[in-house]
């Protein structure tokens, strides 16, 4: 059931305990660098075919590349301050117009370009990022292993948007309807939940588990509970979807129940709360479950199945 | 005259420091951060067909893509503590292999995996990774902007024979002679000169610039006088090269002085000091010129002519 990306990260932490001798610090949307300054750190790559289509305007998929990896950083409470980018291009691409988007959406966020590699690259175009930032004191870093059984599960903003978006580029729509094209420019242009994550991580408790819902709702959902030994039931009813989704959904012939659970790329925030708390409605965070012993369950008009992992694997044989 | 590259950086530099009413913070081999706990960082890319042929064995590419960036760390005077890769193959890539090495490589210089992120690229291997350090007290960031007129010009090692090695590794030469199969290992697995870098950083007078020579000798150097703002003249005898090299040459076919000044990927430091002082002998480093007013010459058998930019520009039209 576990993807081949998963698989392969639980090898390689497994293999890096072994040999370092104590945990390992991968594992998390980000990493917490031992040591002074509470340094948080995390790469994203967006790849031409895979993350966006050729043909993409290099400014988008700059800022694109900028938004992913600051929804890493918000996954674990920390401040953007530093980006570094490698930027593997064909010929023909338009390297100032990318770097003035990345430049660019690094100072929306406070982020100083600290670095840049860039190479012909013979394939399409390959861009990857690091981001550091720090914690601030009095600010605790967010785990994927923090929730607890009884605890409320909460997401960020809305789901399966950013997929149909997909759908409507791939389909090349360019009269879509207005819902439509909020729908690509969701998927084109996700907004990093800084403020959310801002909260999660200086709220006095210490109880609860956060990630950033890039792979699909209910692949992040499995992750989050194998990270801190739980289970979760989903209740279908109160996903919360886009206005218009249904619609759109039905233009798209797809399911708005399976692209919400595993269209992906939402980079909404996935966490868990205390049963009694909840973040200040300004979030617009909506509760859409609770985690339980073991197991991940979807809950459809009071019949509980099980949720199988649906969505991305970016090692899928 | 300038690379296309060099122009990109420094475009990029000038609409960096005119957004931000500041210094950028990069221009260097890697960059220093501002705040605390002086952390250093770089980051650089090693792609199939650009870096390294396809077909190279995953842990080959590992281990090179972790020394080209402490080359980088080197260049600076940092002491390497953190990487991330970002690591977008092919499906049938073997990504623990290359995942192994890559560890196992960090680990030989006290570097801990902080981070990675895998995904299917449609394209041949592109791997990228960020690689973060720190200056301890009393260490100076080694700059390209150091190096004043009257310096002596310094190379840590030999030159031209990792691109020999290339060209051997090319032509696919099984059963290479010994000198054939060391320039072949010396330009698959460059050793980072960690141990020189600490050095110059360490030594008590800040004169001085430094660089790791990585697109050629002749081209690193402009770069270094450029941003130095003198001139240098290398003495063409002077040039370090390796045993056998000259036959090597005649072998490929190749001109020995071309390869040295333009072949590139060396990962030596290229650097200035003043002109009474000198590198222990240890560290194998030679005199190979001197800084001037301006300009950038060769010297040969006493004549002086022009050096051209040799080398490697990653954007070249």
Redesign the interface.
């Known amino acids: 059931m576990r993807s081949g990306?998963d698989r392969?990260?639980e090898?390689?932490r497994g293999?890096?305990a072994k040999?370092?001798g104590r945990a390992?610090?991968?594992g998390d949307d980000?990493?917490l660098?031992p040591?002074?300054?509470r340094?948080v750190?995390?790469?994203?790559?967006q790849?031409?075919?895979?993350?966006f289509l050729a043909g993409t305007d290099p400014a988008i998929v700059a800022r694109r590349l900028m938004a992913v990896n600051l929804s890493d950083l918000a996954a674990c409470g920390a401040e953007p301050?530093?980006a570094?980018?490698?930027l593997?291009a064909p010929?023909d691409f338009d390297?100032?117009r990318f770097?003035?988007a990345f430049?660019?959406a690094a100072?929306r966020y406070g982020v100083?370009?600290?670095?840049?590699?860039?190479?012909?690259?013979?394939?399409?175009l390959?861009a990857?990022a690091?981001l550091?930032g720090t914690l601030p004191a009095r600010r605790r870093f967010l785990r994927r292993s923090g929730a607890r059984t009884g605890q409320a599960l909460w997401v960020g903003g809305t789901l399966g948007e950013s997929a149909a978006g997909r759908l409507v580029l791939a389909a090349g729509a360019a009269s879509a309807p207005a819902v439509a094209r909020r729908a690509a420019r969701r998927h084109l242009l996700p907004e990093p939940q800084l403020a959310l994550g801002r909260w999660l991580s200086a709220r006095r408790g210490s109880e609860g588990a956060a990630m950033d819902v890039s792979d699909g709702l209910a692949r992040d959902l499995h992750r989050l509970c194998r990270a801190s030994g739980v289970g979760a039931v989903v209740e279908a009813v109160r996903l919360p979807l886009a206005r218009g989704f249904a619609s759109l959904c039905r233009e798209l012939k797809r399911d708005p129940l399976e692209l919400a659970l595993g269209g992906g790329e939402d980079y909404v925030l996935l966490f868990t709360l205390p049963a009694d708390e909840s973040p200040p409605a300004a979030f617009g965070a909506t509760r859409i479950g609770k985690t339980i012993p073991r197991g991940v369950r979807l809950d459809v008009d009071g019949e509980r199945r099980a949720l199988p992992p649906l969505g991305w694997d970016?090692?899928?044989?």
């Open positions: 990306e392969l990260l090898w390689l293999w890096l040999r370092e390992p610090l991968i980000a990493a660098l040591g002074r300054g340094w750190v995390t790469v994203d790559s790849i031409e075919g895979v993350h301050r530093f570094l980018v490698a593997n010929g390297h100032r770097l003035k430049a660019a100072r100083r370009l600290a670095g840049g590699d860039v190479a012909a690259s013979p394939g399409g390959v990857a690091t550091l970016h090692l899928a044989p």
